[in-house]
């Protein structure tokens, strides 16, 4: 087996032979793919070198010193590691490769109006016809719906037994007549996601991921690699909340004339000390980490954030005062409070509601028992629905 | 590194827990809060004998274990965790920490050995009645004459101050002064607190003898308050996870409506958000306990953080227990109105989250110096 400072050399020699920082990024991610450093520690067979995780850190690293794209895809890329895990060989065949390369377009076909904390409870329907399954129904909350190749999406395909086990996990083509994209807008006035509506599309049987009635499985490794990934690139929120940057409060305060006031100084300490303590538990996250230990920290950050930017936008309101009545260029202070205030509710609800993340550290990591299921092996066509 | 605990360390931690499982039950808890003493001198000096909690912080060289604020912090999360009772705050922490920043005369040395065998207890007399811990405006006197200084004025809320044998006193200048306690002009009035497990008085000095402390007295009382705010932000986080725990185990095993009341939401969600409150505060007290370790430049934002943050925590998750309880958690027999109290006298002791606050915001201001010029844009 090569030495880490063998592997070390071997990548970065390779890289400065193959890649410049203006050069073609098609090419060089093709080539890249074939020498096996987008996915190190994927098999041989697929387009990876068996490496354990460490030697795999080692290329990622010389990646990123060069500033070359595309390696840590088996960490990183949700569509690949979710075809690689559950895909038909035919469909990997197709696809593997282009997803490595970037050259596929996806999006995620998850929830449904009906559906939302519940995403077991897809109403969207998958009937076989031939080789082909006929999809039906609505989606909502996709980014990028209207640019995409494929969708990743879960439907139901038995409505006869308990609702996790009926559902079926698909790449859907996008480019078709029964796809319709329609931009959803926000609360903040700004679209960032659409609505999907799914009116006799087509999707060949091949492009199932696992069995039928194995969508809820396939999901949570595709949530799983979802999350790790969030987790690393922590995200922004929001394309403005990312122009904006973080709005520093103390010189919106200062601004305002408002510094010297004890109520603002009390709210500005107590976000900036929940902004800090956030930072303290995610270091420390990593330490127990790499001692060996599982940390439940982790889990805590997502609920925390959410106090951090509802508390951010009170702050920012309380500071701007009747400005928080205004909006628009002419008012940037209160346009960016109220954005703050409003756009809160995207870190409170998306990705899991704040109280579906309390129920799952109160079970998961505190050990309190569920609530009673009343859906729970009940078939689906019987389950209670709203209206 | 922070956050990174060592094999030794770890091995404290164990030793302590393992002491406290033995000789700090809820009944011993209980009988010594009854108690005029507030705890066993004979448990404070085994403990010291076995796990030499009594001497971290005193240097090798006069018989402690030179440790530093990690471990000490080790120390008050566990201690905290029980409500074990004893002098660790006034004695372990306050007190030596002056002793070690001040002087190194041999009375010093002395009584440095004395402490960390547990055999002696000091206790530092620094508030005056404004509640805010601050040495700047204390206003007992000191007067010097060829027979050597006296000390006068009224100290308040001296912890464990009916049991020490000695009290540093603070005086203008500041300056420190050891003033033995079994001096006649020295008279200790026992004062009725919420929290029996930490006893406090108000001590009246009368033109008593004292040993002036050599050094600078203001940074000297400036690290110790430091160092002590953490470890009782620490003994907080660690009060704090015991609540929880209570808590939670209370939800898992009561049964109302056919159900295990934690299957309800309304207390499951209590339940979460107190485990994110209780993580934080841990990691609030040992990040600053390692900021004072290594000396950093946050040292002081981190230290007034961790105060703030882990006794509202505390105070949070104590006040929560009795609520997930019912009627079982406000009766006296059952414990979680121990640690109610002394959440809540922690909400006050060395100064209040509100006060912490504000001088975090102060220290995050003044090392932020780029902040200050930020112009209208």
């Known amino acids: ?387 | 590194m922070t956050f990174t605990f060592s094999d030794e360390q770890q091995a404290l931690r164990k030793a302590i827990g393992a002491f406290a499982a033995d000789h700090s039950d809820e009944p011993t808890v209980r009988a010594l809060a009854e108690t005029d003493a507030g705890f066993d001198p004979a448990t404070w000096q085994l403990l010291a004998e076995q796990v030499g909690v009594a001497g971290l912080l005193v240097p090798e060289r006069h018989g402690g274990a030179g440790a530093g604020p990690v471990e000490l912090a080790i120390a008050a999360e566990e201690l905290g965790k029980c409500l074990f009772c004893g002098p660790f705050l006034s004695s372990a922490v306050l007190a030596t920490a002056l002793f070690v920043g001040l002087d190194d005369s041999e009375e010093n040395a002395a009584l440095l050995a004395a402490l960390a065998a547990g055999t002696h207890v000091a206790t530092v007399a620094i508030d005056e009645g404004a509640g805010n811990w601050d040495p700047a405006v204390a206003s007992t006197t000191a007067t010097e004459s060829p027979g050597g200084w006296t000390v006068s004025g009224t100290k308040r809320y001296v912890l464990d101050g009916a049991t020490a044998n000695t009290f540093l006193v603070v005086a203008k200048g500041p300056r420190v002064f050891a003033v033995d306690a079994d001096d006649p002009g020295v008279s200790v009035s026992p004062l009725r607190t919420l929290d029996g497990t930490r006893k406090q008085c108000d001590v009246r000095f009368e033109d008593a003898p004292g040993r002036l402390l050599a050094g600078d007295a203001s940074a000297a009382l400036g690290a110790m308050l430091d160092l002590g705010v953490v470890m009782l932000a620490a003994e907080q986080a660690g009060g704090a996870k015991t609540v929880l725990d209570m808590a939670v185990g209370y939800a898992r095993t009561r049964f109302q409506f056919g159900r295990a009341i934690g299957s309800f939401q309304a207390i499951k969600h209590l339940c979460a958000d107190l485990l994110v409150e209780v993580e934080s505060a841990y990691s609030a007290a040992y990040y600053a306990a390692w900021a004072l370790a290594d000396d950093s430049a946050d040292g002081t934002e981190s230290v007034c953080l961790a105060a703030a943050f882990c006794a509202d925590a505390f105070g949070k998750a104590a006040a929560d227990n009795i609520q997930i309880h019912g009627g079982i958690g406000f009766t006296w027999e059952h414990p979680a109105h121990l640690y109610l109290r002394r959440a809540r006298s922690g909400l006050a002791l060395l100064g209040s989250p509100a006060a912490r606050r504000e001088q975090y915001l102060t220290a995050v201001l003044e090392r932020s110096p780029a902040q200050q010029t930020g112009g209208r844009s």
């Not at chain 1, 679209?191 to 492009?207: G, K, L, M, Q, R």
Request: some cysteine; glycine content about 10%; charged content about 25%.
């Open chain 1, 1 to 387: 087996m090569t030495t880490d400072a063998d592997l070390r050399s071997e990548v970065s020699g390779w890289l400065s032979e193959h890649w410049t920082a203006g050069g073609h990024r098609a090419t060089f991610l093709a080539q890249a793919v074939d020498r096996g450093y987008v996915v190190p520690r994927w098999p041989a067979d697929t387009f990876g070198l068996d490496l354990p995780d460490g030697q795999a850190r080692i290329v990622e690293e010389e990646f990123r010193k060069a500033g070359a794209p595309g390696s840590g895809q088996d960490r990183s890329n949700l569509w690949a590691n979710t075809l690689l895990t559950y895909g038909t060989p035919a469909l990997r065949d197709v696809l593997l490769r282009p997803l490595l390369e970037y050259r596929v377009r996806m999006c995620l076909l998850y929830s449904e109006p009906g559906a939302g904390s519940d995403l077991a409870g897809v109403r969207t329907s998958a009937v076989r016809d031939g080789d082909d399954y006929v999809i039906n129904g609505q989606k909502v909350w996709t980014s990028s719906a209207a640019d995409a190749d494929f969708g990743m999406l879960i439907a139901r395909t038995d409505l006869d037994v308990p609702k996790h086990q009926g559902i079926s996990f698909f790449f859907l083509p996008m480019d078709q007549p029964g796809i319709q994209v329609r931009p959803l807008r926000q609360m903040t006035g700004e679209s960032h996601f659409n609505e999907v509506f799914i009116t006799d599309a087509h999707v060949p049987a091949v492009n199932m991921l696992g069995q039928p009635g194995e969508g809820w499985k396939v999901l949570q490794t595709a949530l799983m690699y979802e999350r790790a990934v969030l987790a690393e690139a922590n995200m922004g929120a929001s394309i403005r909340s990312g122009q904006h940057g973080d709005v520093d409060v103390v010189d919106l305060a200062r601004r305002h004339g408002r510094l010297d006031d004890p109520l603002v100084r009390q709210g500005i300490a107590r976000l900036l000390s929940l902004k800090a303590v956030n930072r303290w538990n995610n270091q420390r996250a990593q330490a127990e980490a790499r001692q060996g230990n599982s940390s439940s920290v982790a889990s805590l950050g997502k609920l925390l954030m959410s106090t951090i930017v509802h508390e951010t936008g009170r702050v920012q309101t309380e500071i701007v005062g009747p400005e928080a009545m205004l909006d628009g260029e002419d008012h940037p202070d209160g346009d960016q409070a109220n954005f703050a205030a409003m756009n809160a509710y995207f870190t409170s609800i998306g990705g899991g509601t704040d109280q579906i993340q309390r129920n799952i550290i109160g079970e998961r990591l505190l050990g309190l028992p569920k609530e009673p299921e009343v859906d729970k092996n009940v078939p689906f066509r019987e389950v209670k629905r709203s209206g």
